[in-house]
């Protein structure tokens, strides 16, 4: 596949700097270099990542029994704003993307850097004035905002919280966004090694370029409005607060043009790397490779039809509540195709379960329960009898955090060797994936039961009968601490002390794994020239691979 | 690719062309401030979004020198456009039959 892949003894890209600081902090933060750049965003996206947590595991500690145990209801309030604020805008949304994306989609394209990598570091500067914009508005003396993390009006313009600074963060934050997603979109049709035709590209390369179509034209919609809102709150424009003759359901509409899009900025690069690590861990080649690729497009594409499915109870007119319901489930038609596929691809497959391969189990078998519940919220009928409860926490929990955040950790354990140079305790990261998968299932299932039974979400108090129930799901919350601790402590010391990784552990055919670990500076010795298919595994024979 | 060429898609129609664009933006731009004043009852909206447009091709067509790109700029243009006027028409949707 990859001629001129020469395996030279060269520096890594941890030993060769872009800029004038050969070591230390600066010659990080102001590098140019893709790889460095997709490390960077590791650092800060995992250490927000653990805040969440934190916030959800005290959220989960005060719903341990009736009535007030540790907080008032109002940082009660606070605290699950801070969880959804920072879980969806400074990790799940950036996560895969400005990641992994960063890090493998050059690599994988056969290419030495994005095509304007002084704007990738651009990037990553803007996602860190975002986060530290969002951080100071929680120290400020007015309190961190409490709106829930989808800023609804009228409240979010009458609150008395630190509103503005919040949402503004998140205006930042949508820059990195859109600028990641013009830099891929271009990297992708402009920096592709020849012979790397668009259905030679490997899938999570397709998967990015339809997240970053949607990066591109959903991102600024959120802005505007966020935009709107700070207006109304400073000027009273009228344009969303009901008193003034505004409407507030047009700033659901607006928000949830890309909000419901976003998700697919979330889900479909994790579904590039499920088709990444199937194939290699099957030791067969993708099946439906086409189909998969325009699948990502269809989502793509129909996911920016189906935003008002959040708003059937807001009194949106009976017509648009059909359409949407209608074009929600057609949705779940390519999602459907890449499952189907996923599963015919390790159908008399050779199947290697080593850990990524692992993860991705849990997710199927999580984001199967999120996707299929998502439709008792699509239909009308079920939706009235269980909106705003703990079924559609529990929902997007199994979407969210068991489809991406499932596949967060399937990357890293996939892309570990190859990033660092160095190899984790494969039967700690077994132990792990098992202990996440208990802890997942005892944290958010019972709130299935919960919001069928009518306990809506972000309340601070409940009724006795859910005390149980409740309770599962609080230590469940311990059980994902401990699993978070295991997982973050074994891959940290690996990074430093783990042995030295094969090149190529997992016999993965895609490009990067006919290069160095840690990859060089450039990534190749010379631009590869592409042969084959992207999963073409009869090319193992030749290469250079650590056996079972 | 030649100097010259470069030299000619950067410019496309010369200062002279931009700057009657220009005239001719600053003109709509008269246009819909002075109609502004005038009650045209439901068609408000229609001029206004209409002039809009216009201003909108010029403006991507000229200044944006997307007359004189490789067609894929068209088409990604066209995309966008073609996905905004669905979100329009989906919004209706909801505000017409409410």
């Keep these: 596949m990859a001629n001129g892949t020469v395996a030279l003894e060269e520096k890594s890209f941890y030993e060769e700097s872009t800029n004038r600081w050969n070591k230390g902090i600066l010659a990080w933060i102001f590098s140019t270099d893709h790889k460095r750049i997709g490390l960077l965003y590791l650092y800060g996206i995992s250490a927000f990542f653990l805040v969440g947590v934190l916030a959800g595991i005290l959220m989960r500690l005060e719903l341990i029994a009736p009535g007030k145990d540790l907080f008032e209801p109002q940082f009660y309030n606070q605290l699950f704003t801070l969880h959804g604020v920072i879980m969806i805008f400074l990790f799940i949304i950036p996560g895969l993307p400005a990641i992994f994306g960063n890090f493998f989609l050059p690599i994988q394209i056969g290419a030495k850097d994005v095509a304007f990598p002084r704007l990738n570091l651009l990037s990553w500067w803007i996602y860190v004035v975002g986060a530290i914009m969002a951080l100071i508005s929680i120290v400020l003396p007015d309190g961190p905002l409490d709106t829930g993390w989808t800023f609804y009006v009228p409240y979010s313009v009458r609150s008395g919280t630190n509103i503005s600074l919040a949402i503004m963060a998140a205006f930042v934050l949508g820059f990195s966004s859109i600028l990641t997603g013009l830099n891929f979109i271009t990297t992708i049709h402009r920096m592709r090694a020849p012979g790397m035709t668009w259905f030679r590209m490997p899938l999570f390369g397709w998967s990015m370029y339809a997240t970053a179509w949607i990066q591109i034209i959903a991102t600024p919609v959120v802005g505007i409005t966020i935009l709107l809102v700070v207006l109304e709150r400073y000027f009273g424009i009228g344009i969303f607060d009901p008193t003034l003759g505004g409407d507030p359901i047009l700033f659901q509409h607006l928000f949830w043009i890309y909000s419901h899009p976003a998700v697919y900025i979330m889900i479909l690069p994790a579904m590039g790397v499920v088709s990444e690590i199937i194939p290699t861990f099957a030791r067969r080649t993708i099946f439906g490779y086409k189909a998969i690729a325009m699948s990502s497009l269809a989502i793509a594409f129909v996911g920016y039809l189906v935003w008002a499915h959040h708003m059937f109870t807001t009194g949106i007119s009976d017509t648009s509540r059909i359409i949407f319901s209608l074009l929600t489930f057609i949705v779940a038609l390519p999602s459907g195709v890449k499952v189907f596929n996923w599963v015919a691809t390790m159908y008399k497959g050779s199947i290697d379960p080593k850990p990524p391969f692992i993860w991705v189990m849990n997710f199927i078998f999580l984001f199967s329960i999120g996707g299929l519940t998502g439709l008792v919220l699509g239909s009308l009928a079920t939706d009235i009898h269980v909106h705003d409860t703990y079924f559609v926490v529990a929902h997007f929990h199994y979407v969210m955090f068991g489809g991406v955040g499932t596949i967060f950790f399937a990357a890293l354990y996939y892309w570990f060797p190859k990033m660092f140079g160095r190899m984790y305790n494969i039967k700690t990261a077994n132990i792990a994936a098992a202990l996440y998968f208990v802890a997942f299932n005892m944290l958010y299932f019972p709130k299935f039961i919960m919001g069928y039974m009518g306990m809506p979400r972000r309340y601070y108090d409940y009724l006795p009968e859910f005390e149980a129930m409740q309770q599962i799901s609080t230590v469940g919350s311990w059980l994902m601490g401990i699993t978070m601790i295991l997982i973050f402590g074994s891959l940290i010391y690996s990074m430093k002390k783990g042995k030295k990784a094969h090149k190529n552990p997992w016999g993965g055919v895609t490009l990067e794994w006919h290069i160095e670990s840690p990859p060089t500076l450039e990534n190749f010795h010379e631009i590869p020239t592409v042969k084959t298919e992207p999963y073409d595994f009869s090319q193992l024979k030749e290469m250079d691979y650590e056996s079972k | ?98």
């Design chain 2, 1 to 98: 690719m030649s100097q010259h060429d470069n030299n000619h898609e950067h410019h496309g129609i010369g200062y002279g062309g931009l700057t009657l664009v220009w005239l001719g933006l600053l003109a709509l731009t008269s246009i819909t401030v002075s109609i502004a004043g005038i009650s045209l009852g439901e068609y408000t909206l229609f001029v206004a979004m209409g002039i809009a447009c216009v201003k909108s091709i010029l403006v991507v067509n000229y200044f944006m020198h997307i007359k004189f790109e490789e067609p894929i700029f068209k088409v990604f243009i066209g995309i966008s456009l073609f996905t905004l006027v669905v979100i329009f028409i989906l919004t209706y949707f909801d505000i017409s039959f409410r």
